[in-house]
């Protein structure tokens, strides 16, 4: 055996694949031969260039004591508190020059060391080979100092034989990992650089005879309700399925009764592939996908995708997820009412399309592969268009394939995101249309279709994706004839999104529209010491995109966000709406196969927002697209002048393996009785003192007219507002220019606006203040008029707002906010919706009486913005105030001001103060999609325009 002492590190920069390892097959776990997991401790050492070492650490006998350590599966930079360098964030900026194939000098490479030996149990006979699962950018190998070869693909599996290497005890097993290569030019998805062998490293004995690659084909009929199953295995056996008595040959097609696999029934028969050498077991889910009548049908059905998409994630392991993890993901999908994922942008673990077949979701598998960084000259030398690169190409596509295609679950083949156009990508989806054509293929980046079997889109405005709905929108004759998703859409970075129940009405309403993805499942935010959760940036890179790698539905911890709890209401797959005035309920069955009998119902009434006793409701079998008028069976209780509402919640009538006995999946609500609201009688005369004004329980500061105490507590800085700490949606993305009005905003100088005192008049029954407030330098302003009255208990505020200039912008909120001692005030109780919301993202907001503690007022988004608002208001009592709105009101309370959310990065900039700041709004800006797509619908804007509301005050101890 020879080392070299110059090792060349040639193949890095090399656009071939790789070298030594075995074609791609069937991923799976065996049930009788044996393997060994080598995950765990590795011993490790870091430098600075791929070629900085010798080779010499990988043969035996090698001493690596004084080597550090790290977890395998992991990246090195997410271990050794920042000794192994940083993350870097980008979203599609190479952080590299741009010369492929070539990488840049200093290149951080890994060398990783395992001794193993082989469990006493371990047979003597057959092969082995040695599995990684993936390893970010491109690795080395050598097993007992031979040299096995060399790969790149970081999200895809290669196989190494190593069976003659393999010794009982003392196996050296060394891989050196580079971070960068000329593969991480087709890697360049919005996400964190995580070099690392941040998947498996497994050991798999091959027993003689022992299976290689096999395909299931599982199809169903749904015109017969038969099921044919042929296993095509390149080793020859025997396939049994002891459920439907089937016991055949491999090759050898069957054709039986079966129920069938969907989303939403995922009916899995378990079966055995049995070889010579091996049993196999096998997950059997019997569905048929094809493109007819210009849809995409499933088991004969058009399907609507409620979709989301995932990247790996989590803030302390990176894209290392261990099976909770990941099964904690699809329970949360699950119990969220989506129905289908897009595995943006890689082939994610195996183990998670396992639990997508068993618990049921549609999945569009995607391709390891993006070259958004092209975009930047032109698209100009992009590999996906140069004949050099199509090998690799062709290697990522049968890749994924080979691994995946038994995964019942997996509807469409993606052949990456973001690449472009070229001749490798469509050499790759010519190989998977020949590979198999039981599935579709889909790439966002052609909008020609050419390739692709659907004409998928992210971020089209709701018009443009009505008018592809009406199929005016041109394009090929072969688009014309092709079925629409959005792959990507609601942009859900921070507060948002916001119009994803008008998306959800048009796909709904034409037939072309299967649904779409909303972009994306969590937030990439990293565990950090000081900062809570780092994003972009914070680990010093030269160059990055800030916290756009947080703009996911759930938080970096997994909790859910407001956007996927508004999410889970817009898809809901049962439709509770009111019918008519007379409590009568429509029901409809909004499953594309099911019907409901999983499911039971509760109603009740609510007085003012109390809920009166539950009773169940009985709702007739529906079939899929059916609905049903149902009537309340028991009366509504006399309100007595308060509000009364009825509540239908549909509730999982038995445990599922998704969630229990009682979780919710649809609720509807409707009126029975408006409340009637509070008056007051102007009875009482402001009275001037030498420094305060009184008014019945109100006291006033005669020189500025502002409140100093209200019904007993003590107040101050009340006036109107009109600033939200913008958020991400607001503030829009960098290439859109003209309508990003949080930048517009801030240009005005509305987180500036100066309050000019014209009048404080004493009248006979009311004290009037009158103001003016404008920013600096700006001719724009709002007339703001003040009128107190009372009735001697209740104090009545009246804010009459007239916008005076040209105003072109919407405003961000119109409201008033003032102060009262945050010790008085640690929880709110009160009537009106629950939850976050803004005027398009209010579908989940469900009117009732609430008491949230004020932490639980603040929605942790990493990077904070303005949240919390709740919407529908009727009342609310903190602090020993009652304030009661005419009309209802949006509500918020934080223990800090507007302006320190604003300036604040990261949540640990925010530190309660003394005063909670009340904020209560007549009215608030959309939130819309802007961050990455379009803003506000028009109806959400929030003109400047002149307006008046009125709360009313009182002491509620
Ligand atoms: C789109 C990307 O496909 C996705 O990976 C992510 O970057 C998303 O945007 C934004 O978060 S590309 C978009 C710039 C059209």
């Not at 050492?45 to 035996?60: G, H, Q, V």
């Not at 472009?420 to 790439?443: C, F, P």
């Not at 971020?459 to 688009?479: C, F, M, P």
């Not at 034409?510 to 779409?516: A, K, M, N």
Request: glycine residues 10%; hydrophobic residues 35%; negative net charge.
């Amino acid at each position: 055996m020879s080392f070299r002492t110059t090792p060349s590190a040639d193949y890095v920069e090399d656009v071939s694949p790789g070298r030594g390892a075995l074609p791609p097959r069937a991923w799976y776990a065996s049930s009788d031969a044996k393997s060994l997991s080598l995950n765990g401790s590795w011993r490790f050492r870091l430098s600075a260039t791929a070629d900085a070492e010798d080779d010499s650490f990988a043969a035996p006998g090698y001493d690596a004591e004084s080597w550090a350590e790290v977890a395998v599966p992991g990246h090195w930079v997410l271990q050794g508190d920042g000794a192994f360098g940083s993350p870097i964030y980008t979203n599609h900026l190479y952080p590299f020059p741009v010369d492929p194939p070539h990488v840049p000098t200093e290149n951080p490479t890994g060398d990783h060391l395992r001794v193993f030996d082989l469990p006493a149990d371990w047979p003597a006979d057959g092969g082995a080979v040695i599995r990684f699962d993936g390893v970010e950018s491109c690795a080395r190998v050598w097993l007992n100092g031979t040299d096995i070869g060399e790969f790149k693909g970081s999200r895809l599996p290669h196989e190494f034989a190593v069976g003659q290497l393999l010794k009982p005890t003392g196996n050296v097993l060394a891989v050196r990992v580079h971070q960068w290569s000329a593969g991480s030019y087709l890697e360049d998805q919005d996400q964190w650089w995580l070099p690392g062998i941040f998947r498996d490293v497994t050991l798999l004995h091959r027993p003689a005879g022992s299976a290689g690659d096999f395909f299931v084909h599982a199809s169903y009929d749904h015109s017969t309700g038969e099921g044919t199953l042929r296993v095509d295995s390149d080793v020859d056996g025997r396939v049994s399925v002891p459920a439907l008595d089937i016991d055949v040959a491999t090759g050898e097609p069957v054709t039986v009764a079966v129920e069938p696999w969907s989303a939403e029934s995922p009916k899995l028969y378990d079966g055995e592939l049995v070889t010579a050498g091996e049993r196999v077991p096998l997950r059997i889910g019997f569905r048929t996908v094809v493109l007819e009548d210009g849809l995409i049908k499933v088991n004969g059905k058009a399907v609507l995708f409620k979709g989301v998409n995932r990247h790996e994630w989590h803030p302390e392991k990176g894209r290392a997820l261990d099976l909770e993890t990941m099964r904690e993901d699809v329970l949360l999908m699950k119990r969220h009412n989506l129905n289908a994922v897009r595995t943006s942008h890689y082939p994610p673990h195996p183990a998670f399309l396992d639990l997508c077949d068993e618990y049921g979701l549609w999945v569009i598998d995607e391709c390891d592969l993006e070259t958004h960084g092209f975009t930047e000259q032109a698209w100009r030398d992009n590999p996906v268009d140069d004949d050099r690169w199509t090998p690799a190409l062709l290697d990522r596509a049968a890749r994924m394939v080979e691994r995946d295609k038994n995964h019942p679950s997996i509807v469409f083949w993606s052949l990456g995101n973001e690449a472009g156009t070229g001749r490798g990508l469509t050499a790759m989806a010519e190989w998977i249309h020949g590979r198999d054509a039981s599935r579709l293929v889909h790439y966002e980046g052609d909008w020609d279709c050419r390739d692709t079997d659907v004409y998928s889109r992210m971020y089209a405005s709701h018009e443009e994706v009505e008018r592809i709905g009406q199929s005016l929108d041109g394009g090929t004759h072969k688009r014309r004839g092709l079925p629409f998703i959005q792959c990507e859409y609601g942009h859900a970075m921070g507060n948002g999104p916001g119009g994803i129940a008008d998306y959800q009405q048009i796909f709904e309403r034409y037939e072309r529209l299967q649904g779409g993805f909303i972009w994306e499942w969590i937030d990439h935010g990293i565990k950090h010491p000081e900062l809570g959760y780092a994003y972009g940036g914070d680990f010093g890179e030269e160059l990055h995109d800030g916290n756009f790698v947080c703009d996911g539905l759930i938080f970096p911890d997994r909790t859910p966000s407001p956007g996927l709890v508004e999410y889970k209401k817009v898809i809901e797959p049962v439709r509770i709406e009111a019918d008519g005035a007379d409590g009568t309920v429509r029901v409809t069955n909004a499953y594309d196969f099911g019907d409901l009998s999983h499911l039971e119902y509760e109603f009740f009434y609510s007085v003012d927002g109390f809920p009166t006793g539950a009773h169940t409701l009985a709702v007739p079998q529906l079939a899929p697209g059916e609905s049903a008028e149902v009537k309340l069976p028991t009366a509504a209780p006399d309100g007595q002048g308060e509000e009364v509402l009825w509540t239908v919640r549909a509730l999982l009538a038995a445990d599922t393996p998704w969630g229990p006995k009682g979780h919710e999946v649809a609720w509807g609500q409707g009126t029975v009785a408006a409340r009637t609201p509070v008056s007051v009688t102007a009875s009482q005369r402001p009275a001037r003192g030498e420094h305060l004004i009184t008014l019945g329980p109100g006291t006033f500061d005669a020189r500025s007219g502002r409140p100093t105490s209200i019904c007993g507590v003590d107040v101050t800085g009340l006036r109107l507002d009109v600033w939200r700490a913008t958020t991400d949606n607001d503030e829009g993305a960098s290439w859109q220019d003209d309508t990003r009005y949080g930048v517009l905003w801030r240009k005005l100088g509305l987180h500036r606006m100066q309050h000019r005192l014209d009048a404080v008049e004493l009248g006979d029954d009311a004290l009037t203040v009158r103001t003016r407030v404008a920013p600096a330098a700006a001719e724009v302003g709002l007339r703001t008029e003040y009128r107190w009255t009372s009735d001697g208990t209740l104090l009545k505020l009246t804010v009459s707002v007239t916008p005076e200039g040209d105003w072109t912008l919407p405003l961000p909120r119109l409201g008033i906010r003032f102060g009262i001692a945050a010790d008085s005030a640690r929880e709110v109780l009160y009537f009106g919706g629950s939850g976050e919301a803004y005027p398009d993202t209010r579908a989940a907001s469900r009117l009732g009486q609430w008491m949230p503690d004020i932490e639980h007022m603040q929605t942790p988004y990493v990077r904070p913005q303005e949240n919390g608002a709740a919407a529908d208001v009727r009342w609310a009592e903190l602090g020993g105030l009652r304030i009661e709105g005419v009309p209802e009101f949006w509500f918020s309370a934080r223990p800090w001001t507007n302006e320190q959310l604003d300036a604040a990065r990261h949540l640990t900039d925010l530190t309660p103060g003394d005063t909670l700041w009340i904020n209560l709004d007549h009215g608030q800006h959309g939130i819309g999609s802007q961050s990455c797509g379009p803003g506000p619908l028009p109806q959400y804007f929030l003109k400047a325009e002149p307006a008046e509301f009125s709360f009313v005050f009182s002491n509620h101890e």
